[in-house]
């Protein structure tokens, strides 16, 4: 082989090694582009029946698996019963699969948090709402009331100085409502 032979071989390996190069650069960036167009709730929906661990903005963490989504919302699984959470109070989650994502309409009930309450209040069950942080106090009754961002709770609770039972009806925001366990 002379050394035109050389240099032309070694210039196709060059030609050959920038194609690849820019072909790996194309599909990066198709990667990080489709990436782009990806929903929170898209890559929640995949996790369907996988344990999940939710750290919410409370600074509560809570285990289960998926087993709904809806408008805004998931619902957790765990042994010590349902838990509803709102994405908003959100701050992460993890476990799971995490390269899949599907279409959150295509698992997903159209149902938003409004709606979840207002079944909650249709079946008369005992919830708690989690409001703060792991040591603030939780919201315990029964949903009487769904408005449009806030529903009304029947609490009972008893006076310390008096240690008599007092009902009241406590009005609560939907922002307020860090997460949401039936009971």
Sequence with gaps: MNNLDLLLRDYEIQLDESKRLNYEADAAEVRRSEAAKIHLADRLAAQMGQQLVVHGLNSEMWRGTLKNIGLGWIQLESSAGDLIVPLA???????????????????????????????????????????????????????????????????????????????????????????????
Aim: with cysteine; glycine share 10%.
């Design 89 to 183: 109070s959100l701050m992460w989650w993890e476990g799971g699969d995490n390269k899949s994502f599907t279409s959150a309409q295509e698992v997903s009930r159209k149902l938003t948090l409004g709606y979840v309450l207002r079944a909650l209040a249709a079946s008369q069950q005992t919830v708690s709402i989690s409001h703060g942080g792991p040591d603030s106090p939780l919201t315990e009754g029964r949903i009487i009331t769904v408005g449009a961002d806030y529903c009304e709770l029947f609490v009972q609770r008893i006076e310390a100085k008096e240690g008599t039972q007092k009902s009241e009806v406590r009005v609560i925001p939907f922002g307020a409502i860090a997460a949401l366990r039936a009971r």
